[in-house]
């Protein structure tokens, strides 16, 4: 499997999109928030004969969906995403009026739902499902165990963990759940973050001020 990480918005949200040799993909918190960043995914899919089959979010703060309703509508593809997170959808509006930015649509709602231990599939690929709310409510991490990759979302950030004063958030189920549920995979997995650079969860696991 392979990766390309997008740079969206105003909040500088990293969106991912994962692929394989059967040219099948997905996209992780799609936060393309303009029509040139529609158009930077578009033209990657279309330029690497990609076939888009979902879209497979972490969680669903506003950030991380600003491009969801584009995608769906353009794709007609699955919205996969854990169902405590289906208020985050709900909410978005509400959300974006907070932040002075007048979005005036609902985005999609799910059309598959995702829970822990899931193993989600496209092409070749293998993805399992790690819940860890604290974030969010229904926070996951989407781990390729073969390439050793892990997609976090907001849970984990390098020397950083989410923020845990928003609605759903809780600080301690954060810190118990990365501490049981990621730190236990290999020191070397590669750990993807919904802001910010890449790191490890080696690095992490002894870095980070947090633990
Ligand atoms: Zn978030």
Redesign the pocket.
Known sequence: MQYKTFIFSPFQENAYLLYDETRECIVVDPGNFSSEENAQLDSFIKENNLILKAVVNT?N?L??IFGLKYLIDTYKVDFVCDEKEIPYIDNFKASCQAYGLNIDYDPPQPTKLIKHADIYKFGNTEIEIISVPG??AGGVALYNKKEGLLFC??ILFNNSI?RTDLPGGNHELLLSGIKERLFTLPEETEVFS?HGPKTTIGNEKWSNPFF
Do not use: A, T
Request: net charge negative; no cysteine; charged share 20%.
């Open positions: 969680h703060h950030d991380h974030h969010s979302g907001d989410g919904g």
